[in-house]
């Protein structure tokens, strides 16, 4: 069973910072790209960042500057180090890993999700 664990999330005022990570678990054969989404109450889900296996990153433009996201690829594990943190940055944080698996002679790829971890920042 693949498991994705996310941690880090929280309370903190605006223009503070917090660090999120994920870590991947179970009979994984490999990830591919690693990321996090999040979604605000009544908005849909949107890309924060994304990094590919060879660590080449992808940013929404209202994180650009302020967000970095990074991997462990040893501890399967995806990291967003978010700075200058605003209000409108509040929002629950998905990450997501696209995995594979092995068993036997079957493989098969699939996207995982975390739970999402709850991100609140005040003014």
């Known amino acids: 069973q693949v498991q994705l664990v996310e941690s880090g999330g929280g309370l903190v005022q605006a223009g503070g910072s917090l660090r999120l990570s994920c870590a991947a678990s179970g009979s994984i054969r490999s990830i591919n790209a690693m990321g996090w989404h999040r979604q605000a109450p009544g908005k849909q889900r949107e890309l924060v960042a994304g990094?590919?296996?060879?660590?080449?990153?992808n940013y929404a433009d209202s994180v650009k500057g302020r967000f970095t996201i990074s991997r462990d690829n040893a501890k399967r594990t995806v990291y967003l180090q978010m700075n200058s943190l605003k209000p409108e940055d509040s929002a629950v944080y998905y990450c997501y890993a696209d995995i594979t698996i092995e068993a036997g002679p079957i493989r098969r790829s699939f996207e995982g999700w975390g739970q999402g971890t709850l991100v609140t920042v005040s003014s």
């Open positions: 990094i590919s296996s060879s660590s080449s990153t």
